[in-house]
């Protein structure tokens, strides 16, 4: 059974960085796209980023473009999004989601799965 598991959220000063990770099981991550999403209060879900299966390319949403940097390492089967020049306006809970194909798209597809979640805030 797939299952994706969220760490490294937390609270950060505006400016500030953080690495959150997603540990994948159930499935090796060299077939699948893998995505974050992240929802913020009172707002709808949105595509922060997404990775490719085969040759790992990326996609990101314009509003964290140059600050944010997704990446992958099969061999533990773990990704990684570091966020760099963090804003309040990224405060959100960040979600790690493994798509049903191995193109990366920004909005996850239809019976993609997802994890937890993990807090992030931003606020001085």
């Known amino acids: 059974q797939l299952q994706l598991v969220e760490s490294g959220g937390g609270l950060v000063q505006p400016g500030g960085s953080l690495r959150l990770s997603c540990a994948v099981s159930?499935?090796?991550?060299?077939?699948?796209?893998i995505g974050w999403s992240r929802q913020a209060p009172g707002k709808e879900r949105e595509g922060v980023s997404c990775?490719?299966?085969?040759?790992?390319?990326?996609n990101y949403a314009d509003s964290v473009k140059g600050r944010f940097t997704m990446s992958r390492d099969n061999a533990k089967n773990t990704v990684y999004l570091q966020m760099n020049s963090l804003k309040p306006e990224d405060t959100a809970v960040y979600y790690c989601?493994?798509?049903?194909?191995?193109?990366?798209?920004?909005?996850?597809?239809?019976?993609?799965?997802w994890g937890q979640g993990t807090q992030v805030i931003v606020s001085s």
């Open positions: 159930g499935f090796t991550l060299d077939v699948l796209a």
């Open positions: 989601v493994a798509y049903p194909q191995g193109d990366c798209q920004l909005l996850p597809p239809d019976f993609s799965s």
């Open positions: 990775i490719g299966a085969i040759g790992g390319s990326t």
